[in-house]
């Protein structure tokens, strides 16, 4: 959940603009903030400005959720309501403690799995960090994450790939608590999109059929596309 050149600017805007202030009529109405109307005035700006502020994060989600035209059909499975990434004391490969919830600011591309990791878990990472390779020039807004959900040790063998991945061992009990796969599947058969407010929104089928890999690039390319204005790589 998966990095052009500026136009040559105008010769005549080369300059810096002169601005003069003039002196503004005083209104006893908008100058005295301690009045009840300059308090509400205030309050006006104060709300007016923290709309302007979301409107492109909602504007992005009503493109995406709500006002999809038919023929770009979302193709993984839109969780509404969305989840909340918890708050949970979790381990990295070195032991070191983390809280799962610091993910958030950054589109995360989960996957789950025993540490043993065999082929189809091998796989699985594979296709993972494949996707989030073909997103190009957006791919460092996107994190490779893999959740182990047992204490097993992790094959040296497939350390070096997992360099760029976020690998953290999480309880059985939290991830099921969290995540829900697909009706009659097991954890281990999904992709999860985590979006960079810590809100579980996707879920895709962890399929390597060709079909199936494009339709979840093309989830994760509109996704990216619809939160360009407000979302940038690196967390806050």
């Given amino acids: 959940m998966q990095n052009n050149p500026q136009p040559q600017a105008n010769a005549a805007l080369d300059h810096p603009l002169e601005m003069t202030v003039h002196d503004m009529p005083q209104?006893?109405?908008?100058?005295d903030a301690s009045s009840p109307v300059g308090s509400r005035t205030n309050r006006?700006?104060?709300?007016?400005i923290l709309a302007v502020c979301a409107a492109p994060v909602i504007a992005s989600y009503t493109a995406y959720y709500v006002v999809r035209p038919q023929n770009k059909a979302v193709h993984g499975d839109l969780i509404q309501p969305t989840v909340s990434i918890p708050q949970q004391e979790v381990r990295d490969l070195k032991g070191q403690v983390r809280d799962l919830s610091a993910l958030k600011g950054q589109w995360l591309f989960m996957?789950?799995?025993?540490?043993?990791?065999?082929a189809q878990c091998q796989e699985r990472l594979y296709l993972q960090r494949q996707l989030i390779v073909s997103l190009g020039a957006e791919r460092d807004r996107v994190d490779w994450v893999w959740l182990i959900n047992d204490d097993a040790p992790v094959d040296e063998k497939i350390m070096p790939a997992l360099q760029s991945a976020q690998v953290l061992r999480v309880p059985s009990a939290v991830l099921q608590?969290?995540?829900k796969p697909s009706e009659g599947k097991?954890?281990?058969s999904s992709f999860y999109l985590v979006d960079p407010q810590g809100e579980w929104m996707e879920r895709f089928v962890a399929s390597s059929?060709?079909?199936q890999v494009v339709n979840v690039k093309k989830d994760l390319n509109r996704l990216l596309s619809a939160s360009a204005s407000w979302d940038r790589a690196g967390r806050d």
């Fill in 177 to 179: 608590a969290w995540l």
């Fill in 186 to 188: 097991n954890l281990e």
């Fill in 27 to 31: 209104s006893d109405l908008s100058g």
């Fill in 44 to 48: 006006w700006m104060l709300w007016l």
């Fill in 111 to 118: 996957s789950v799995g025993g540490g043993a990791c065999d």
């Fill in 209 to 211: 059929e060709r079909e």
